[in-house]
């Protein structure tokens, strides 16, 4: 069975401008929910509310990606972003201890690799919200339209997961001018 974990993708310059701290492209990436579930997500604004929204996180950098990419992985890739996280973990989230930290590290890639049951090269977004006494996630992958030429026009058709939920509008202008004043 081949090992398959989400790695960050940069299709644009977006992220740099939407989070505070964009994840580098080609990093192995976890959900970075953990990052989120000692705060209340209702008092988050900007790029924090940004990142808590469509933010995946990039196991070396604990920057934000909006988009994923399933790839496959080696025993020694998958350990050494699991050493990277657990760093992360004991270093800034009070683990007890590195093995402590080494636990949740693995707990955090379980669930990363568990969203990886689809071919390689799928591209994965992420919709997160707060509910009663917890945190959703809702995953959609992104698939290529159709007969598309490949050598122009858009390379992916985005597909809402749920159409009941209300449509979500991003002020960029806002958050550029977040960060030209230092927010």
């Known amino acids: 069975m081949t090992l398959k974990l989400p790695r960050t993708l940069r299709l644009d310059p977006s992220d ?96 990363a690799a568990s969203l990886c049951d689809l071919p390689v090269g799928s591209v994965v977004a992420m919709h997160r919200v707060a509910t009663d006494g917890g945190i959703r996630e809702d995953f959609r992958t992104l698939h290529q339209r159709p007969g598309l030429d490949r050598s122009h026009g858009r390379a992916f058709l985005f597909v809402e997961a749920d159409a009941d939920e209300p449509e979500e509008q991003a002020d960029l202008v806002g958050l550029l001018r977040d960060t030209t004043a230092g927010g």
């Not at 970075?32 to 929204?53: E, H, N, Q, V, W």
């Not at 996180?57 to 080696?74: H, K, R």
């Not at 350990?79 to 080494?102: K, N, S, T, V």
């Open 16 to 111: 740099t401008f939407v989070f505070a701290q964009a994840a580098e492209p080609g990093e192995w990436a976890v959900t970075g929910t953990f990052l989120f579930l000692d705060g209340d997500p209702s008092r988050l604004t900007g790029k924090a509310l940004a990142a808590f929204r469509s933010g995946f996180v990039g196991v070396g950098s604990l920057g934000f990606s909006t988009l994923v990419v399933v790839s496959e992985a080696s025993e020694a890739e998958r350990a050494q972003a699991e050493e990277h996280l657990a760093r992360h973990i004991h270093a800034h989230f009070g683990a007890p201890d590195r093995e402590a930290a080494r636990a949740a590290a693995r707990e955090e890639l379980d669930v």
